[in-house]
């Protein structure tokens, strides 16, 4: 398989408990921030974005928090499921600008 | 069925050649972009297209070349000046223009091996 997971901080979670991810972005400006999912040998899969006018945007199982006076972001997995197994990373943008910042991601192992 | 596929998905590459990785997305998106992906790194731009005909270098283009002659491709060549081409390449594509259009959507990849 892809060996994109090696070395990166790893976050082992029982299978139905609650996952919490964290990232911490570089640029004060930034105004857009995503996060995505990979697994394995695939491309990163979008998960949820949010915009820097809101603290926190809810999706299915997933939950964005964004904390703007210490450029921090956190990504909260409900019920957390062996398929939710992989690399997960943040990106940040200042939006309309091309250049998008990767973190270098966490791997996330689900525990049966 | 919409999206961005890139092929071949595993390539081999002897020193000193140079090879070409497909990219093609059918969402009508202006912008698309390449990046490489290391183990243990985030992803690193090499080039990006707002526009067909246009193009511009990323932070690691060196070695690296593309073209944009249509809309929906968008073909890296990574060459024998790359030093060290092994990697996994990952092609984007994003709406330009309009509301909500910041997010990049990402192909399944290419992983590049040099022997």
């Known amino acids: 398989g892809e060996s994109v997971g090696l070395h990166l901080p790893t976050l082992s979670v029982q299978e139905g408990d609650n996952s919490i991810i964290n990232c911490a972005y570089s640029?004060?400006?930034?105004?857009?921030f995503i996060w995505y999912k990979q697994e394995s040998g695939k491309g990163p899969q979008f998960i949820i974005d949010?915009?820097?006018?809101?603290d926190k945007r809810q999706g299915q199982r997933v939950t964005v928090l964004l904390n703007k006076t210490v450029k921090h972001l956190s990504l909260q997995i409900a019920a957390t499921q062996p398929g939710d197994s992989a690399v997960y990373f943040c990106?940040?943008?200042?939006?309309?600008?091309?250049?998008?910042?990767f973190g270098t991601g966490t791997k996330l192992q689900v525990i049966p | 069925d919409g999206g961005i596929t890139q092929s071949p998905k595993y390539l081999f590459r002897k020193e000193g050649q140079n090879v070409t990785l497909s990219c093609e997305q059918n969402?009508?998106?202006?912008?698309m972009y390449w990046y490489r992906q290391d183990p243990g790194q985030g992803l690193r731009l090499i080039y990006y297209?707002?526009?067909?005909?246009d193009f511009q270098k990323g932070d690691i283009a060196e070695g690296y070349s593309v073209s944009r002659e249509k809309k929906e491709s968008f073909p890296l060549t990574v060459t024998s000046a790359q030093k060290n081409p092994t990697a996994f390449y990952l092609c984007?594509?994003?709406?330009?223009w309009g509301v909500g259009t910041d997010t990049q959507y990402f192909g399944p990849g290419t992983r590049l091996t040099v022997l």
């Open positions: 984007a594509s994003r709406e330009q």
């Open positions: 297209s707002q526009i067909v005909n």
């Open positions: 949010i915009r820097s006018n809101m």
């Open positions: 640029n004060s400006a930034s105004d857009y």
């Open positions: 969402l009508n998106h202006d912008a």
């Open positions: 990106a940040e943008n200042i939006g309309g600008y091309q250049k998008v910042t």
